[in-house]
T-cell receptor, first 113, second 113 residues
Framework: DGGITQSPKYLFRKEGQNVTLSCEQN?????MYWYRQDPGQGLRLIYY???????QKGDIAEGYSVSREKKESFPLTVTSAQKNPTAFYLC????????????FGSGTRLTVV | GQQLNQSPQSMFIQEGEDVSMNCTSS?????WLWYKQDPGEGPVLLIA?????ELTSNGRLTAQFGITRKDSFLNISASIPSDVGIYFC?????????????FGKGTLLTVNP
């Protein structure tokens, strides 16, 4: 079955360390997105990519980096510059131009210890 | 960026009751989407609305696209325990940005059996 996979489900990081969250999709979707979710804050866009080798900053990109070397993959790196990284991170994908086709992964919960 | 205001922030209801929630924007939206997020999972699309005044149902769920294009409503009839979760409204932030969604902060629904 086609879908979008995020791994790991739970991730613990020590302060000062970088960590990379994985997002892989086999839906042949062009666009991919990373959202951050905090309690009571809804979903906030970190980065998005419409095509391979191209990506744009979202509303809260500071302290994060991404790459899009393959259509299927859009990893997110949470760097040590992100001051409050503990959150639930959601990856999504969609055929380009079809916003109703957003498919979300099941999320990664990152905790800084 | 544009913001979507959802209300109420949370609801505690008894099984069998009907539920109403709404979403408003200070600017016009051309599309309204309603998502549900189960605890610890990614959001799933419930209903998509594309025309002002449109009324669309999906089982016990009914959503309406406000005639001013600045609001949308979601109703759930005869609630059941599995309706528990966070309900988000979403839409494209501006004309031409039909690949990027803005999300409301969500309505947390709790159903007591």
């Amino acid at each position: 079955d086609g879908g979008i996979t995020q791994s790991p489900k739970y991730l613990f990081r020590k302060e000062g360390q970088n960590v990379t969250l994985s997002c892989e999709q086999n839906l042949n979707h062009d666009a991919m997105y990373w959202y951050r979710q905090d309690p009571g804050q809804g979903l906030r866009l970190i980065y998005y990519s419409q095509i391979v080798n191209d990506f744009q900053k979202g509303d809260i990109a500071e302290g994060y980096s991404v790459s899009r070397e393959k259509k299927e993959s859009f990893p997110l790196t949470v760097t040590s510059a992100q001051k409050n990284p503990t959150a639930f991170y959601l990856c999504a994908s969609t055929p380009r131009g079809r916003i109703y086709g957003y498919t979300f992964g099941s999320g990664t919960r990152l905790t800084v210890v | 960026g544009q913001q979507l205001n959802q209300s109420p922030q949370s609801m505690f209801i008894q099984e069998g009751e009907d539920v109403s929630m709404n979403c408003t924007s200070s600017s016009i939206f051309n599309t309204w989407l309603w998502y549900k997020q189960d605890p610890g999972e990614g959001p799933v699309l419930l209903i998509a609305l594309y025309k002002a005044g449109e009324l669309t149902s999906n089982g016990r769920l009914t959503a309406q696209f406000g005639i001013t294009r600045k609001d949308s409503f979601l109703n759930i009839s005869a609630s059941i325990p599995s309706d528990v979760g966070i309900y988000f409204c979403a839409g494209p932030p501006s004309r031409g940005s039909n690949y990027k969604l803005t999300f409301g902060k969500g309505t947390l629904l709790t159903v007591n059996p």
